[in-house]
Structures are given as C-alpha cells and as structure tokens.
C-alpha cells in the first residue's frame, strides 16, 4: 500500500502540534516496513527519502498567504497520482489532499487538528484569506472518505461545524506522544542559563502566541500568584502584530509588579524545553480551543503535573485531581471560545496555579502518574495501528463499492 501524507509541518519545519503529529505518524508507518509511506510537505525539499518539498509559487508571491497556499496544493496534488491513499493534515494541506483525490480516483482521508469555524480570529491574520481557508477545508471535509478526529470533543466540533458529513465517517485517534524523547531530564545549567532559578517554585507555559492559547488570561492569572512563584513563558511565532502588543503590554505589566518572569521567544531544542519541564513545578496550559493539546503530554511524560483549561480534548488527556487540574470555563458558542465572564476564567486559572505550588509534593505525585497516563494510554505504535485500520477501513468500501 502507498500512502501519501500532506502536510504543512514537516522536519526540520515544525512549529505546532500537527507538525510533531504528522512527523511521529509518519515514523511510526514507516517503521512497520509494509507501507510505502511518502511525505509531501510545505517548504523547501527535505533530504529524506520518500519525502518531498513544495516551496511558494513565484508567481503567487504577493498574494494573500492564503491564495499562496492554495498555489502549493495545486503542485503538490498532481504528484500524488499513483498513491493507493491520501492523507492531509490541516487546511493548508486539505485541499492538496481533495484536488489528488479527484485527480487520482484515491480515497482521501483528513485528519482534524483544528478547525477554520472554530478560530474567527483568524480574519485578523488572513484578511479575506480566511474565508478561502475555511472554503478549501470544508470543501475537503465534505469530499473526504473519512475525518480522523484527534479527541472525542475534535469529533463533536467536526460534526457541528459541518454538519453533513456523515457522522460514521469520524474516527477518533488521540495524538501521541514520544515518551523516550519526552521524559524527565534535569538540566540545571541550561535552567540557569534561561534565567530560572531552579530551586524556586515555577509555572511553565510553551505554545505559540496565538488567540487559542489564551496566553493574556494566563499573563492576568500569574499576577494573583504567590510572590515567590515564577513565571516562565516559552513563547513565540504570533499570529498578528496586535496579539503581540497585547502580551507585551500585560508582560510589561506583570513585571512592573513581581519578580521571576522570564520570556523566552526563540524557538528552544527539545532537550532544552525538557530541561524548562523537569524544573517546573506545574505547566500551565491555559487555551481556550485546544482540540487535544499535545503540550500537556508533552508535560506529563517529562513528569509534570498540569493545570488546563477544561475545553476541547484537554479532559481526554488531564485527570483532574490525578494528573493535575482542570479549570472549568463557560464560553461563547460563537466559534470563538471567549469566557463568557473572563474574570472568573482567570480567577479560577490562577487559583488552581496557586493550588498546585502551594503543595510541591502532591505536584510530584501528580507528575509521576501524568507520565504514566502518557506512556500507556497515547503511545505513538498504538496510533499508528489504529490509523492504518481507518486506512483499511477506507479501502474496504471503496472496493465495496466498486463492485
């Protein structure tokens, strides 16, 4: 069998989970030895066999990002002819996956990471791009033979966003995560070096500086928070200059007021965002649309207990009260996700930060068995299993219907 996988993020270009997603399926097909598995991925070629780069197009390069997008996908889909199967990973790479589809006669199957009707700010970065963006995804998730959602809350989202697909078309297969590359490594050095002092009590965030993240709801918490805690924010790549000035402006703020608030914008190595993760004593993942989260795994394999919004796919992942804490939140049913009563949001999100510092010890434990959860619930061999039964799955009524 020959599949081909679509996507955007691709080694060395990841900057999200989809990317870690995408990269961690691909090895984990590649390694059964019996899948002709090939990568055809946004940006310049990639030296690895069995993958494919697809950089702009130069007659598009003043076009709205994406119209841009829309160029790569019409390259990228004629040389997926010939695959028994496609596989597209976010809109950007959707509509690559739809126009293969009808190009080769190939099923197509779409795995939802996140969704256009979920995210209206998004008009603020793409202008009138949004609305292609969310025309080329809706066209390929009507088109698909079937939606991989990445939790159980994703599949409900897919099917209020669109409600025509048929709901048997939407399989839940959780992200995964790399418990031998995640887990606990103290580095104090590179802690140091940061500006974290690692015998003090710490509140870690990493995640893109985006609306979804809710990283200013975190900025406004971390101000209720003892004044012995720090604050250390990995983050970076905003979405627009306005959601920038934003957290710029409550960063300057919060550090008007308290000590031990560290910003680090650069994109870190693994080794170092583990070394950040082993000194913590609690991650903070305070988004607002978060269709699974694979920070938090990342967190619980590095032994790491975690307070998160209870939104999307997060409580798939954290336990409350056993890997960590959720915080409940009432929301617009607009697609935007905004608290109804911010102020209670981050109310509630800085009181169970200053729960979870307050007793170290009961952090550990909670770390200890969110590593657990981790490394037996969301193995990435298992995933892999399951998408190639949806694969299977796909093939078996298209040849059922051929006949």
């Known amino acids: 069998m020959r599949v081909d996988i679509l996507s955007k993020e691709y080694p060395p270009n990841i900057y999200g ?9 691909v090895r984990a097909l590649r390694d059964r030895g019996d899948i002709d598995t ?4 946004f940006g310049s070629p990639v030296v690895e066999e069995g993958t494919s780069g697809y950089g702009d197009l130069p007659d598009l390069a003043a076009a709205n990002p994406a119209v841009r997008t829309m160029g790569v996908d019409i390259a990228m889909a004629g040389d997926c002819v010939g695959a028994d199967l496609v596989h597209s990973h976010t809109w950007y ?40 963006s969310s025309f080329m995804e809706r066209t390929a998730y009507e088109g698909a033979d079937a939606v991989i959602a990445v939790s159980e809350g994703m599949r409900q989202d897919v099917l209020r966003s669109y409600p025509g697909i048929d709901p048997d078309k939407v399989k839940v297969v959780h992200n995964g995560i790399d418990s031998e590359l995640w887990q606990r490594r103290e580095d104090l050095d590179v802690v140091r070096r940061h500006g974290v002092d690692p015998d003090k009590p710490s509140v870690v965030f990493v995640g893109r500086i985006t ?16 004044p012995d805690v720090q604050l250390v924010l990995c983050a970076g790549a905003p979405d627009t200059p306005e959601i920038l000035a934003e957290v710029e402006g409550l960063m300057d703020e919060l550090k008007a007021g308290r000590d031990g ?23 903070a993942c305070p988004s607002i649309y978060e269709p699974l989260g694979i920070v938090n795994l990342e967190a619980m394999a590095c032994e790491l207990a975690v307070v998160a919004t209870a939104t999307g796919g997060i409580p798939e992942v954290v336990v ?17 996700g905004i608290p109804l009563d911010p102020q209670k949001f981050v109310d509630d999100l800085a009181a169970a930060l200053t729960d979870a510092v307050s007793d170290p010890a009961r952090a550990e434990q909670m770390g200890r068995a969110g590593r657990a959860r981790a490394v037996e619930s969301f193995s990435w061999a298992s995933i892999g299993e399951q998408t190639l039964r949806v694969y299977e799955d796909v093939l078996h009524r298209r040849s059922e219907t051929a006949g």
């Not at 989970?17 to 399926?25: D, P, T």
């Open 17 to 25: 989970g989809a990317g870690v997603h995408v990269a961690e399926l």
């Open 38 to 41: 090939r990568v055809r991925a």
């Open 93 to 132: 790479a959707n509509f690559a996956g739809h126009v293969a589809s009808l190009l080769g006669g190939m099923p197509h199957v779409v795995t939802a990471h996140s969704l256009e009707p979920m995210r209206p700010w998004k008009a603020e970065q793409l202008g009138g791009g949004y609305r292609l």
């Open 211 to 226: 609306r979804q993240k809710g990283l200013p709801y975190l900025l406004r918490a971390a101000a209720q928070l003892p």
């Open 261 to 283: 608030v560290v910003w680090i914008a650069e994109m870190l190595p693994r080794a170092e965002v583990v070394a950040l993760l082993s000194s913590a004593t609690v991650f």
């Open 320 to 336: 409350h009260g056993e890997t960590g804490w959720l915080v409940p939140i009432e929301q617009h049913q607009d697609g935007s």
